[in-house]
């Protein structure tokens, strides 16, 4: 099968009902985008806060309520510790540490970096508080209006509705 996708963003989680052979790849599933066009498959939103200014380009805003629904998949409070997987991040400080999370922050199509203290938080970098509700990053010499940002909040852009590993192709 092939799906081809016309210009434009697309913010969501795509399902998949079929997954090919790595080792026939004329069987695999293709997603093509349109020859000449821009076509992105983002696993972020917009986020337009409200941002609140702290100081030398530092900004605070709660992230959204649906990341803390029963159930909702909540990237900002998941560790990325390879060791723990999956694990919920620990809520409040360990030394003044703040573990990493699974979520990234996004400016006009750029990362940001996460580190783990307010000391680190240099132009373009951020943290989530200990609570895991508030996001805080340096825009430099900037205003969060004057950007597109993004935040994840998807586990994954491609779903499968199967068990077992995928095989597609994603082309253009």
Known sequence: DEVIIDEGIYREEIPLKVSGHPYVPEHLPVFRGVRGKTVAIRGSDVFQGPWESRDNGVFSAPLPQSLFVAGAYNPYKLSAAIDEPGQVRPVGEKDGILPETLGQLFVD???????????????RCWLVSADGRTLTANFGPTTPSEHLVEITIRKRCFKPQFAGAVYIKVLN
């Open 109 to 123: 199509g750029d990362f940001f970096f996460q580190v783990d203290s307010p000391a680190k938080l240099a132009p």
